[in-house]
């Protein structure tokens, strides 16, 4: 890890001045001429917090053991000996922070995975103690599965528990996962980038599911990556023990290096904090007065080198992305649409459900407990789970699509999905512009009827507000998934020209003198902007005078 940071920090440096010049040209440019039409929802993006009984395998050799378990509003789950050591302020048995694990809820499919993960040559599943998964049937299980850390297995009392379970924990998953992809911090846009650029100097072009987690996880999930088969190599011949004991073994073995490693990335990270507080604020002192002079350098640069890629760059998309780049669009613009429709259907029976409680009661107790459950809406798993599902549907067909350009990142594309209903905007915002417009239009010297009739105006502002708003945010979403699926792509099938090419333009971007241009930095932006057009035309060659095949408000 301490190499990885000597090569990582000097790039996130650079990275940092070319996320502050983004954000400043940004601020500086013009803007989308349809504005947010939603009112911003105040509350943070946050996991509802769950907790009761739950049975969890733990202990040498692993049993059932009778917990407490706590998942907080910030996606950590705890677990206590009994109710009363939570309810008393005592210290968990454990916690653990939920990123990249994934969720199974089949005794037979876990106990597959465990032989896969950690295979005896022989097949011979006998040891001196017998397996707990699989001396008796685990009626109602929650497998916690991670591709570096020990797995944690729970069972549940009742079907209706573990339901609960499963979506209070696939929520606190994603809310761990996505941090940095939600953030529009300049450092979490350049932190992301310079990982892209690490794995792409090691031959790793496409993103893929490792963006997940915080900063430090990242890296974490970096290295393990290049780990993985030098640890398995020299320590799995090693393993004591016979059948799913070597699997427990391993499992621990993977543990322990997973909390060494990710404890020194992050110390590495909170000793650069300070540096990188201060670099943020001389870059901002250096760029901002400059930045006309540091553009049409940029521009210049950009012709010239448009130019002389222009030919390789436009054989390449007609070669390896024209073809796929409508199936592609599609694919990701009706996993969107599907689960908008499904987020509009649940908002629009929220608001009639007020509407019809305030007919029949206008100032009763059950109209303020409907008022608070419909505020609460979008970080009630239960509800959101239809609009969830949507994002959900046919992973397995977005994979096939997407992994012949080394996109990877099936994962965190369904992630943002859901944050784009949930989270970031949509569904927390409609609901926050309905009670704010409501309270304003709803006064004690109206009646019964005349509120109804007020309810139902502010309904229809704020499905319209709605419209705007879900149009805007599909295209910034479809377009931004598209460049992380083929700019890769694409930048690998260059890079043999791109080697030679690019130390023709140095000497003009080093005699500007700012950290916030590269040349390297303004090849990949010349490469974006030809791929956003064609991105933006459908797939179609730009002389092809048919009309874009995407439908919909994205173009």
């Given at each position: 890890m301490d190499a990885l940071l000597r090569n990582f920090l000097p790039r996130y440096r650079g990275q940092l001045?070319?996320?502050?010049?983004?954000?400043?040209?940004?601020?500086?440019?013009?803007?989308?001429?349809?504005?947010?039409?939603?009112?911003?929802?105040?509350?943070?993006?946050?996991?509802?917090?769950?907790?009761?009984?739950?049975n969890q395998l733990q202990g040498h050799p692993p049993r059932w053991h009778p917990i407490f378990c706590v998942l907080r509003g910030d996606g950590r789950l705890e677990w206590f000996s009994h109710k009363e050591e939570y309810e008393n302020g005592g210290h968990p048995l454990g916690s653990m922070t939920l990123t990249g694990y994934t969720i199974l809820t089949s005794q037979c499919e876990y106990v597959s995975l465990l032989d896969a993960?950690?295979?005896?040559?022989?097949?011979d599943h006998t040891q001196e103690d017998p397996d707990p998964l699989l001396e008796m049937p685990i009626n109602f299980p929650l497998f916690l599965k991670h591709p570096f850390r020990r797995h944690l297995c729970f069972s549940a009392a009742t079907g209706e528990a573990q339901h609960a379970w499963r979506l209070a924990l696939q929520g606190g998953i994603r809310l761990r996962g996505t941090v940095l992809q939600r953030s529009q911090a300049p450092a979490a846009r350049a932190f992301l980038d310079t990982v892209r650029l690490y794995r792409q100097q090691r031959g790793h072009f496409g993103d893929d599911d490792m963006i997940l987690g915080s900063d430090a996880e990242v890296l974490t999930a970096v290295l393990m990556r290049e780990l993985m088969p030098a640890l398995r190599a020299q320590t799995l011949p090693g393993l004591q023990g016979a059948g799913r004991a070597r699997v427990w073994a391993w499992m621990e073995l993977l543990d322990a290096v997973h909390a060494a490693v990710l404890a020194r990335a992050s110390a590495g990270l909170r000793a650069f904090q300070p540096e990188k507080d201060e670099l943020l604020a001389a870059l901002e002192k250096s760029i901002r007065p400059d930045v006309d002079q540091i553009l049409q350098l940029q521009t210049r640069v950009a012709r010239r080198l448009r130019d002389e890629v222009q030919g390789p760059l436009e054989s390449c998309l007609r070669r390896k992305v024209d073809a796929q780049l409508p199936r592609v669009t599609?694919?990701?613009?009706?996993t969107v649409e599907a689960a908008l429709a499904a987020m509009q259907t649940?908002?629009?029976?929220?608001?009639?459900?007020?509407?019809?409680?305030?007919?029949?009661?206008?100032?009763?107790?059950?109209?303020?407990?409907?008022?608070?459950s419909f505020g609460e809406m979008p970080w009630d798993p239960e509800l959101m789970q239809t609009c969830y599902l949507?994002?959900?549907?046919?992973?397995?067909?977005l994979e096939q699509l997407m992994m012949p350009f080394g996109f990877l990142g099936v994962q965190s594309l369904v992630f943002g999905v859901q944050d784009l209903v949930q989270q970031v905007r949509l569904m927390a915002d409609s609901v926050a512009t309905f009670l704010q417009l409501a309270d304003q239009c709803l006064t004690p010297a109206l009646d019964c009827h005349q509120a109804v009739q007020q309810l139902e105006k502010v309904r229809g502002r704020v499905l319209k507000k709605f419209q705007s708003d879900s149009c805007a945010a599909q295209r910034r979403f479809i377009r931004g998934r598209l460049l992380c699926i083929f700019l890769p792509f694409v930048l690998n099938q260059l890079e043999p020209r791109c080697k030679v090419e690019l130390p023709e333009f140095e000497g003009d971007v080093l005699a500007v003198g700012s950290p916030a241009l590269t040349i390297e930095g303004i090849?990949?932006?010349?490469?974006?902007?030809?791929?956003?057009?064609?991105?933006?035309?459908?797939?179609?060659?730009?002389?092809?005078?048919?009309?874009?095949?995407t439908p919909g408000c994205v173009y």
């Open positions: 001045a070319v996320a502050l010049l983004r954000q400043i040209t940004h601020e500086l440019g013009p803007q989308e001429p349809v504005q947010c039409q939603l009112l911003r929802s105040k509350k943070l993006p946050r996991v509802r917090e769950h907790r009761g009984p739950l993960l950690c295979p005896n040559p022989s097949g599609r694919k990701l613009l009706s649940l908002l629009v029976q929220g608001m009639d459900r007020l509407s019809r409680y305030l007919r029949r009661s206008p100032s009763g107790a059950r109209l303020r407990k409907e008022v608070y949507e994002a959900e549907q046919n992973p397995g067909c090849y990949e932006d010349v490469v974006r902007e030809v791929l956003l057009q064609r991105i933006n035309q459908g797939g179609s060659h730009p002389h092809d005078s048919r009309k874009p095949v």
